[in-house]
């Protein structure tokens, strides 16, 4: 008889051995179910329509984001799925190309290139959001996207001369966004005038220049213009 067979036989064990093999599978056991069997919550889902000024003028962008929750911490996220399903369409995004930030405590994740074939319109109606955490559990939620087909408003401007600002904007948010040498994000400035001093804006100092963020909450839609640099 093979030592193997011996091993497997249960007459063949000692009983300290056994109780102890028990002991620690009820260790292996509560420690698989403690990494979280739970889903992740989704508690609440937005797409927005973004403007952006390319060559031939205003380009479409859409950004979609979900406002997520999760037992074991945000790092147990793996992918994100959005799904249209009456166009049978599908977009996936994962922890490595995700864009994540926090506000007020809470976390978002998903992204600024939701974007379709040929530049066509992102169709409107229900779509689908999954998200999977690294146990494979996963969680869904409905949400409406009925954005305009076009901008209620005409793409805005902002300008810097001679140490004077003017903002021409029909949107009723303004806010400016400021860039260090990177071209990272360093300053965001809510604008409350349509014309003044530079000066007055209190832009940081290793600021090189600055965008217009102007956005429209009720319609979800945004238009960011290019970088004029502060002189």
Known sequence: MSKLFLFRAEGSIPRSLRAGLLITALILALGLFSCSRAEPRILYGFMEKVYLWGMDGPERR????ILCEDDDGMENLSELHLFHDREGLRWLFTSEDWIRFEEGGRNWIGSR??????GDHLPRGQFRAVLVNLGGEQTERNFTFDVPLESPHPFPWFSIQGGLFTLDSQYPVNRLLSYDEQGEVI????LTEIAGYVSDLNIFSNAIGVSLW?????F???????VVAIQ
């Open 62 to 65: 859409y950004s979609f984001f």
């Open 113 to 118: 290139h939701v974007v379709m074939y040929a």
């Open 187 to 190: 300053q965001t400035i809510t």
């Open 214 to 218: 102007a956005e429209d909450p009720l």
């Open 220 to 226: 979800r839609i945004s238009a960011l213009t290019e």
